[in-house]
């Protein structure tokens, strides 16, 4: 049997933000009835089961394109989110400020500052979830 894409998604979520996570996003699912539960279908479907999962880029690279993209749109919740997640996908806290200082000429300073502070708040929880 085939694994669908909401399947795929999931377990690849799963990969970047863990079980416990990816079973919260299930279940939310599975319920139905919570508020925007479409939307976490969707999301793992779509964005992780389609795009994600593509061979075209490895996981790294993808980060580096999305982070780029959340950062020109000033994107700060979404930023760390995609901090915490292009560390799982295998970018180094200094890869990940060279995409930062990348995106001063392109977003401008106010995009580029937004983002310094949303990575510096996903680096401290990343820190202190580590201890």
């Not at 377990?11 to 919260?24: N, V």
């Not at 479907?45 to 580096?64: I, N, P, Q, Y």
């Amino acid at each position: 049997m085939t694994e669908s894409l909401y399947e795929k998604g999931l377990k690849l979520f799963a990969e970047i933000y863990g079980d416990e996570m990816a079973a919260g996003a299930n279940a939310q699912v599975e319920e139905g009835t919570a508020f925007g539960s479409e939307q976490t279908r969707w999301t793992m479907e779509f964005t992780f089961g389609s795009v994600w999962a593509r061979d075209g880029l490895e996981r790294k690279l993808r980060s580096c394109v999305v982070l780029g993209m959340l950062i020109a749109l000033r994107q700060p919740d979404e930023i760390k989110y995609h901090t915490k997640m292009g560390i799982k996908n295998g970018l180094s806290r200094q890869e990940l400020e060279e995409i930062f200082y990348t995106a001063f000429p392109y977003a401008g300073f106010p995009a580029a500052q937004t983002a310094k502070v949303a990575m510096l708040e996903a680096f401290a929880g990343m820190d202190t979830a580590a201890r």
